[in-house]
């Protein structure tokens, strides 16, 4: 899932979250505490996705670096293996 669109669902749920508690018929205090806990709710639904996020991207990133050393070291061994064929023909020819 397309980490923008995660945040933007997020950001869309605490702002309506927000705006229904602002617009409920309460003392000021309560509707105070009930956005304080949104608030903290929102914000730890964040950090838990924005986490997940950041651990997709490292698998990923891990994963690439190692097929990056797989494919340097058969690059590495074509070569080797190519001079190894051409120094064996010079060798056959002097």
Excluded: C, H, W
């Excluded at 979250?17 to 806990?37: H, M, Q, S, Y």
């Excluded at 690439?64 to 494919?71: D, G, I, T, V, Y």
Aim: glycine share 10%; net charge positive.
């Amino acid at each position: 899932m397309n980490g923008k669109f995660v945040l933007g669902v997020l950001a869309g749920a605490a702002a309506g979250a927000i705006l229904g508690v602002l617009f409920a018929p309460e003392k000021g205090a309560d509707t105070r505490k009930k956005i304080a806990k949104k608030g903290a709710d929102v914000t730890e639904e964040i950090k838990e996705k924005l986490d997940e996020l950041i651990a997709g991207f490292t698998d990923k990133f891990q994963d690439a670096k190692k097929e990056a050393a797989k494919m340097y070291e058969e690059g590495k061994n074509k070569v080797a293996d190519k001079f190894a064929d051409k120094t064996a023909e010079a060798k056959k020819m002097s």
